[in-house]
C-alpha cells in the first residue's frame, strides 16, 4: 500500500491516491472523517483548523462501502480557498499580488526557492505547508482499516510540549479514551496543564513550541518487515515514513537512545512461553522490533518535534527581492503542533505496518491475507 499527494494549503482541494489496496476491505467514511477531525484538533492550533472542517469524498477505488482494488482517491476541500481565490488563481495574473520574499529559517522557503528559482517564496510554502498531512492521515485511514481486520490497533499520545513532561510512559499506563478527551493528547491531567500554560506562555511572547510524542501499535504478529535487504528492515521503514513528517527532528524505537549507556543484560528483552503457548519477551526495551522485523511486541516508537517555524516575532532573514535584513515572513500559523503531528505520525506508522502485512500475506485480496495469517499464525504457535 502506498500514497501519493497533491494540493496546495490555500488551492481547492487536497487530493491522496492511495495505491495497492487489497480488494474487499471495509472502509467507513465516518471513520475516515474522525481520524481528520482527530488531526485538526489540539491546544495551540491557529486560526485555520477553526475555518476547515475536514472530510473526505471518495473520487475511486471504492464501491457500496468497500474497495474494488483500484487505487482509492480521496478528497478534501480546503474551505479557506475562498479566501484565496486571487492569491492561488490558476491562470489569472500575478499583477497586484504581493509575493513573499522573507523566508522564514526553519520553513522550506529558501531552500525551496534556491532549488526551484522561484521568486515568490508562496509558490514553495504552499506546498511545504503541513496542511498536506490532512491527504496523508485519510491515507492512513485506509491502512489502519485494513490493520483492524488483523486486530491491530495504532494509538499514539503526547509526552511532552516544551518544558512540560509526563516523562517515558509504557503503554498499558496510557488509556486511550483520556488521551482522546485531552486537547493536548496528553494521558496526565495535571501536565495536559502545563502543556496548555506553556503553549498560552509561548503565545503571549510570540514564540512556538516543540514536543515529544509516542505512537504504539498493538496486536502484531512477528515476522513483518525483513532482515536480509537493508530496504526490507521494518525499523529503517518507520523511521524514514515518522521522519517525513513536517518538524519531525528525531525518532527511537523502544528504549531508543538510552540503550547506548546500558549492558546488554539490560537492553536486550529475555525471551519467555507465556501461559498460552506464545514466544513474548520478559520487557519490551526493544520497541517490538528486532532484526529489522516486530518480535510480537508492541510497536514503539517516540518521535521528537521541533518548534513551528512560523513565529509571530519573527527571526531575522535576507529579503530575497532586495538583500536586505528583514524580519521573516508571517502567516497565520499554530503556535504547537505537537498533539496534530502524533495523529499524523499514527497514519504514516499505520501505511508501513499495513504494507508490511501486505508483504507477508499478500496483497490483492482481504480474504487471502486473512487466509494465509490463520496459517502463519497457526504455524508459529508453539
Ligand atoms: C500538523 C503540523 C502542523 C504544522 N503547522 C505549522 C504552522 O502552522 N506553521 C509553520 O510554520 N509550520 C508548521 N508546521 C511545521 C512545518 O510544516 C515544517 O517545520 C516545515 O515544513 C519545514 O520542514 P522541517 O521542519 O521538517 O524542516 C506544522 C507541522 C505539522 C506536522
Known amino acids: 500500500m502506498r500514497y501519493t499527494t497533491a494540493g496546495e494549503s490555500h488551492g481547492p482541494a487536497l487530493i491522496t491516491v492511495v495505491s495497492d489496496v487489497p480488494h474487499g476491505l471495509e472502509l467507513d467514511k465516518t471513520a475516515i472523517d474522525l481520524e481528520l477531525a482527530r488531526r485538526q484538533r489540539g491546544y495551540g492550533r491557529g486560526g485555520r483548523m477553526a475555518i476547515e472542517s475536514d472530510a473526505v469524498t471518495v473520487l475511486s477505488g471504492v464501491r457500496f462501502g468497500r474497495t474494488i482494488g483500484s487505487p482509492v482517491t480521496l478528497l478534501i476541500e480546503n474551505r479557506d480557498a475562498a479566501n484565496w481565490s486571487a492569491i492561488m488563481d490558476p491562470w489569472g495574473s500575478d499583477e497586484g499580488v504581493e509575493p513573499v520574499t522573507a523566508p522564514r529559517p526553519g520553513h522550506a522557503d529558501l531552500p525551496g526557492c534556491q532549488r526551484t528559482g522561484a521568486r515568490d517564496v508562496r509558490d514553495i510554502l504552499e506546498r511545504a505547508s503541513a496542511r498536506e498531512t490532512a491527504a496523508r492521515v485519510a491515507a492512513g485511514a485506509i491502512a489502519k482499516a485494513l490493520l483492524a481486520e488483523f486486530g491491530v490497533v495504532v494509538r499514539s499520545?503526547?509526552?511532552?510540549?516544551?518544558?512540560?513532561?509526563?516523562?517515558?510512559?509504557?503503554?498499558?499506563?496510557?488509556?486511550?479514551?483520556?488521551?482522546?478527551?485531552?486537547?493536548?493528547?496528553?494521558?496526565?491531567?495535571?501536565?495536559?496543564?502545563?502543556?496548555?500554560?506553556?503553549?498560552?506562555?509561548?503565545?503571549?511572547?510570540?514564540?512556538?513550541?516543540?514536543?515529544?510524542?509516542?505512537?504504539?501499535?498493538?496486536?502484531?504478529?512477528?515476522?513483518?518487515?525483513?532482515?536480509?535487504?537493508?530496504?526490507?528492515?521494518?525499523?529503517?521503514r518507520l523511521a524514514a515514513a515518522v521522519v517525513s513528517i513536517p518538524a519531525v527532528k528525531g525518532v527511537e524505537f523502544g528504549d531508543g537512545f538510552a540503550c547506548a549507556t546500558r549492558p546488554g543484560s539490560e537492553?536486550?528483552?529475555?525471551?519467555?512461553?507465556?501461559?498460552?503457548?506464545?514466544?513474548?519477551?520478559?520487557?519490551?526495551?526493544?520497541?517490538?522490533?528486532?532484526?529489522?522485523?516486530?518480535?510480537?511486541?508492541?510497536?514503539?516508537?517516540?518521535?521528537?518535534?521541533?518548534?513551528?517555524?512560523?513565529?509571530?516575532?519573527?527571526?531575522?532573514?535576507?529579503?530575497?527581492?532586495?538583500?536586505?535584513?528583514?524580519?521573516?515572513?508571517?502567516?497565520?500559523?499554530?503556535?504547537?503542533?505537537?498533539?496534530?503531528?502524533?495523529?499524523?505520525?499514527?497514519?504514516?506508522?499505520?501505511?508501513?505496518?499495513?504494507?508490511?502485512?501486505?508483504?507477508?500475506?499478500?496483497?490483492?485480496?482481504?480474504?487471502?491475507?486473512?487466509?494465509?495469517?490463520?496459517?502463519?499464525?497457526?504455524?508459529?504457535?508453539?
Open 157 to 236: 499520545w503526547v509526552e511532552a510540549i516544551g518544558p512540560a513532561s509526563t516523562g517515558p510512559r509504557v503503554p498499558d499506563a496510557v488509556a486511550p479514551d483520556v488521551v482522546e478527551a485531552s486537547d493536548v493528547r496528553c494521558p496526565d491531567a495535571a501536565v495536559s496543564q502545563d502543556m496548555r500554560s506553556a503553549i498560552d506562555a509561548a503565545r503571549d511572547v510570540g514564540e512556538s513550541l516543540g514536543g515529544v510524542f509516542v505512537v504504539v501499535a498493538e496486536g502484531l504478529v512477528p515476522g513483518l518487515g525483513g532482515y536480509a535487504q537493508a530496504h526490507e528492515r521494518l525499523d529503517a
Open 267 to 382: 537492553v536486550h528483552d529475555e525471551i519467555v512461553l507465556d501461559a498460552t503457548g506464545v514466544l513474548r519477551r520478559a520487557t519490551n526495551r526493544a520497541g517490538g522490533l528486532e532484526g529489522g522485523m516486530t518480535n510480537g511486541e508492541p510497536v514503539l516508537v517516540r518521535a521528537a518535534m521541533k518548534p513551528i517555524p512560523t513565529l509571530m516575532r519573527p527571526l531575522s532573514t535576507i529579503d530575497l527581492a532586495t538583500g536586505e535584513v528583514a524580519d521573516a515572513a508571517r502567516e497565520r500559523s499554530d503556535v504547537c503542533a505537537v498533539p496534530a503531528a502524533a495523529v499524523v505520525a499514527e497514519a504514516e506508522v499505520a501505511l508501513v505496518l499495513a504494507d508490511a502485512y501486505q508483504d507477508l500475506f499478500g496483497g490483492g485480496c482481504v480474504e487471502d491475507m486473512r487466509t494465509a495469517y490463520e496459517s502463519y499464525t497457526a504455524r508459529i504457535a508453539w
